[in-house]
């Protein structure tokens, strides 16, 4: 008797959120932004994203939300961030898609 088996994959629309440090309600917004980017659905983005907090900052804790989980964008840490005054992060699409995430950065000022 031969028996079969079979793998099933499923892409699952969740969101794909990206948080670096720990957020508290003791640390105040020091930037937020949309970032968006469309496709003209011939070709797969990959793209390094860097913001810069103008000022004399330190980074406690950054909240990248995808706010369109159907469209698969994935973010990735690249560099910064905590103790930094930038962040910077890669995100990769799947073909045909764009992104559309929500920052967050969170920290305090320095002066």
Do not use: W
């Amino acid at each position: 008797m031969d028996t079969f088996s079979s793998v099933t994959v499923k892409e699952i629309n969740k969101p794909h959120n990206l948080f670096i440090g720990r957020c508290t309600k003791k640390y105040p917004v020091l930037y937020q932004e949309n970032v968006v980017l469309n496709n003209d659905g011939k070709s797969q983005v990959t793209a390094n994203i860097r913001i810069n907090v103008e000022g004399p900052v330190r980074i406690i804790c950054v909240k990248i939300y995808d706010e369109d989980p159907d469209v698969m964008a994935y973010p990735s840490y690249s560099s910064g961030g905590i103790g930094k005054n930038f962040i910077e992060f890669n995100v990769l699409t799947t073909y045909g898609k764009g992104f559309k995430f929500f920052v967050q950065i969170f920290g305090v000022k320095l002066d």
